[in-house]
């Protein structure tokens, strides 16, 4: 089966400007995540849906950051503005329900650097 | 708040030897453990879990154990091979919502030297 898509996969932008990480779960699964990885660092967890509700955004920096899961499938993690300290691997996951019973598949990441 | 502390933070092995990475939680309401390997440039992949009512699991080279009293679980794995050189972390599940949130630990970087 496909794996967790995410694009693009690195990005470079100034401080102040704002930035749009896309990520295409597995077919099937109910369950999306948004992690925040700094280099050096676990995933943090920031945001995550289960089919398009949210179930837990409670480390969101919502001043600048937000996601969307429109249709329970796709996802959008947006920041606005960016700050040097944003500068992270930002991963998807997805599983077919809570993790705490079903695996978390990650995708690849988009690697972001703010200058 | 929700901790996951990890130990060793680097890992420098000869191929052959055993390699064993500790890490405590701090949620007593934490129910499952699992363990990811990340390589350069790629998402983390699971590798072996284990949950509250299990003492120890095995799979093949890897082995996990979990001391539910102490909130500590190790990953061990034996006759480590250059291929298993990369990032591992611990993680544990956070708050008692039951959502499945995962709290990761800082990682550990494994080295096996040939």
Redesign the interface.
């Known amino acids: 089966e496909a794996g967790v898509a995410q694009s693009p996969r690195y990005k470079i932008i100034e401080k102040r400007q704002s930035v749009a990480f896309w990520c295409n779960p597995i077919s099937g699964h109910a369950t999306l995540y948004w992690y925040q990885q700094i280099l050096g660092q676990g995933p943090k967890l920031l945001i995550q849906f289960q089919n398009n509700g949210v179930v837990d955004d409670s480390q969101l920096p919502k001043d600048r950051f937000s996601a969307e899961r429109l249709k329970g499938v796709d996802s959008t993690l947006k920041i606005q503005p960016a700050k040097l300290e944003d500068s992270a691997v930002y991963l998807c996951a997805s599983s077919f329900g809570p993790a705490t019973y079903y695996e978390q598949y990650f995708g690849p990441g988009t690697r972001l650097t703010v200058t | 708040g929700e901790n996951?502390e990890?130990h060793p933070s680097t890992l420098s092995v000869q191929e052959g030897d055993s390699a064993v990475i500790k890490c405590t939680y701090s949620d007593s309401a934490s129910?499952?453990f699992?363990w990811?390997k990340q390589e350069l440039?790629?998402?983390?992949?699971?590798i072996i879990?284990i949950r509250s009512n299990v003492g120890e699991k095995k799979d093949q080279r890897i082995a996990v154990t979990l001391n539910k009293t102490a909130k500590h679980f190790s990953l061990h794995i034996t006759e480590t091979q250059p291929e298993d050189s990369a990032v591992y972390?611990c993680?544990a599940?956070g708050?008692s919502?039951?959502?499945?949130?995962?709290?990761?630990?800082?990682?550990t970087t494994l080295q096996v030297k040939p």
């Open positions: 996951v990890q129910n499952y699992p990811y440039g790629k998402g983390p992949q699971l879990d972390f993680a599940t708050g919502s039951n959502t499945g949130k995962l709290i990761f630990g800082q990682g």
